[in-house]
């Protein structure tokens, strides 16, 4: 266990573990979910170990004999575990009894949904606290309590060093490599997906390319409510042998299934003023990382780094995208511990869009902009200021997250954070 770096998440599954009876931790695969999860069991039983798998199938009675607190790694492998664990907690098991780790969802579905009885944690690949590039000096939790605290801090992280976490990865087995050998583990964990986990999921990939093309377009979408159709015509321009609709719903199911979607849905209010929002999902893969690898883009792609100047942006909007999906990724880790839930606000005609909206589980929201800059101007907050014009009181606080140096708040009270600075 030497090197492991604290979650987010390891907080939740204590909390959790120290009153519930069974947990389990879903999420892709290399997101670390057996390395958080093992520092917590007594018994493990590893079910992509052939072996194992057959042991528990011939003698299932073993589950509730096992020292607690038991582990089973990979549930989805064999999915009468679910069951029987269900069934564990209907006869009284103590807390923390059960622990299970998933990378998919089932292909046949367990018999009971274990709502009640089985709670399910969200483990995503990590998020810029974790992985201890900065110390953050704001919480998230702290902006939704509305108190409208001050803010304060100040980091040296750039430009540069966004991209470069960008496309470093939050999948800790990836991010510790570098250069050519990151991107070919990057490229091994695509093709995996094509070659192997989608027919692990019962779907066989006729035409492997077609696939590989929808994933790129897909990732070209990211950050943007793109329609699933201009996916489909990017991904298969000049190609007069489209496939089916029903291909790339599969296409979406699956890849949903094994938790490399992450898309942020419409925020929808019920408040009559606010009845003419936008209800399509912004796209997001789990990891941005992923998102440049398809597109082939590396910091040198993404940034123009001429010799004796401070680099910049290339021409285009693909890196303003990706750093979106990574404060993204930021704001779906550090808001589960907090309850609340990340959407995206946009008008149907457009003329107003608020990047993400943090929304309290009592439906108060933080509002939040994305700035891939080092400035924050008037400009960049005047879709927080109209918010506040539409809904009062119900916006607890705003903020733009941004990638200059200083935390602090505007005169009009919005809060402007580097990524870096924002933690839980």
Same mark, same amino acid.
């Given at each position: 266990?030497?090197?492991?770096?604290?979650?987010? %998440?390891?907080?939740?599954?204590?909390?959790?573990?120290?009153e519930?009876?069974?947990?389990? *931790?879903?999420? +892709?695969k290399?997101?670390?979910?057996?390395?958080?999860?093992?520092?917590? /069991?007594?018994?493990?039983?590893?079910?992509?170990?052939?072996g194992?798998?057959?042991? &528990?199938?011939?003698?299932?009675?073993?589950?509730?004999?096992?020292?607690?607190? !038991?582990?089973?790694?990979?549930?989805?492998?064999?999915?009468?575990?679910?069951?029987? %664990?269900?069934?564990?907690?209907?006869?009284?098991?103590?807390?923390?009894?059960? &622990?299970?780790?998933? #990378? /998919? #969802?089932?292909?046949? /579905?367990?018999?009971?949904?274990?709502?009640?009885?089985? !709670?399910?944690?969200?483990?995503?690949?990590?998020?810029?606290? $974790?992985?201890?590039? @900065?110390?953050?000096?704001?919480?998230?939790?702290?902006?939704? #309590?509305?108190?409208?605290?001050?803010?304060?801090?100040?980091?040296?992280?750039?430009?540069?060093?966004?991209? @470069?976490?960008?496309?470093s990865?939050?999948?800790?087995?990836?991010?510790?490599l #570098?250069?050519?050998?990151?991107?070919?583990?990057?490229?091994?964990?695509?093709?995996?997906?094509?070659?192997?986990?989608?027919? @692990?999921?019962?779907?066989?990939?006729?035409?492997?390319?077609?696939?590989r093309?929808?994933l790129?377009?897909? /990732?070209?979408?990211?950050?943007?409510?793109?329609?699933?159709?201009?996916?489909?015509?990017?991904?298969?321009a000049?190609?007069?042998?489209?496939?089916?609709?029903?291909?790339?719903?599969?296409?979406?199911?699956?890849?949903?299934?094994?938790?490399?979607?992450?898309?942020?849905?419409?925020?929808?209010?019920?408040?009559?003023?606010?009845?003419?929002?936008?209800?399509?999902?912004?796209?997001?893969?789990?990891?941005?990382?992923?998102?440049?690898?398809?597109?082939?883009?590396?910091?040198?792609?993404? *940034?123009?780094?001429?010799?004796?100047?401070? +680099?910049?942006?290339?021409?285009?909007v693909?890196?303003?995208?990706?750093? @979106?999906?990574?404060?993204?990724?930021?704001?779906?880790?550090?808001?589960?511990?907090?309850?609340?839930?990340?959407?995206?606000?946009?008008?149907?005609?457009?003329?107003?869009? !608020?990047?993400?909206?943090?929304?309290?589980?009592?439906?108060?929201?933080?509002?939040?902009?994305?700035? &891939?800059?080092?400035? !924050?101007?008037?400009?960049?907050?005047?879709? *927080?200021?109209?918010?506040?014009?539409?809904?009062?009181?119900? &916006?607890?606080?705003?903020?733009?997250?941004?990638?200059?140096? $200083?935390?602090?708040?505007?005169?009009?009270?919005?809060? %402007?954070?580097?990524?870096?600075?924002?933690?839980?």
């Amino acid at each position: 266990m030497a090197g492991y770096l604290q979650r987010v %998440v390891d907080q939740e599954l204590d909390d959790l573990l120290a009153e519930l009876p069974a947990i389990t *931790l879903d999420g +892709p695969k290399g997101v670390g979910k057996t390395e958080t999860a093992v520092r917590r /069991a007594r018994t493990v039983l590893t079910l992509d170990d052939p072996g194992q798998r057959e042991l &528990l199938i011939a003698d299932p009675g073993r589950l509730e004999r096992a020292a607690p607190p !038991v582990l089973v790694d990979e549930w989805q492998l064999h999915p009468p575990v679910w069951d029987l %664990v269900r069934r564990g907690v209907d006869r009284g098991a103590e807390p923390g009894r059960f &622990l299970l780790t998933g #990378s /998919a #969802s089932p292909i046949d /579905a367990p018999t009971h949904s274990g709502a009640g009885r089985i !709670v399910r944690l969200r483990m995503r690949p990590m998020a810029l606290a $974790e992985r201890g590039v @900065e110390t953050p000096t704001v919480s998230l939790r702290a902006l939704l #309590s509305g108190a409208r605290d001050s803010v304060e801090g100040t980091t040296n992280l750039g430009l540069e060093a966004y991209a @470069e976490e960008i496309v470093s990865s939050g999948f800790p087995g990836i991010r510790q490599l #570098s250069g050519r050998a990151r991107r070919a583990q990057l490229a091994g964990y695509l093709e995996r997906i094509v070659e192997h986990d989608f027919p @692990e999921q019962g779907h066989l990939v006729r035409r492997p390319a077609t696939l590989r093309a929808w994933l790129a377009a897909y /990732a070209a979408a990211t950050a943007t409510t793109t329609s699933y159709n201009a996916i489909l015509d990017a991904a298969t321009a000049g190609d007069s042998d489209k496939p089916a609709k029903t291909t790339t719903i599969a296409y979406r199911d699956i890849l949903s299934q094994l938790w490399l979607l992450e898309s942020v849905e419409a925020w929808l209010p019920t408040r009559k003023q606010l009845n003419r929002l936008g209800s399509a999902p912004k796209h997001h893969l789990a990891d941005p990382a992923l998102a440049a690898a398809l597109l082939g883009a590396d910091t040198r792609a993404l *940034l123009n780094n001429t010799v004796g100047k401070r +680099p910049h942006v290339r021409d285009g909007v693909l890196l303003g995208q990706l750093f @979106e999906s990574l404060v993204t990724l930021d704001l779906q880790v550090y808001a589960q511990p907090a309850e609340a839930q990340v959407r995206h606000l946009r008008t149907k005609n457009g003329d107003h869009e !608020v990047d993400l909206i943090v929304e309290r589980p009592d439906r108060r929201v933080l509002g939040i902009e994305v700035k &891939l800059a080092p400035v !924050v101007t008037d400009a960049d907050v005047r879709h *927080l200021h109209w918010l506040q014009s539409q809904i009062g009181d119900e &916006l607890v606080d705003a903020a733009v997250i941004y990638t200059g140096p $200083e935390a602090y708040r505007r005169q009009d009270g919005i809060a %402007v954070i580097p990524a870096a600075l924002l933690g839980p």
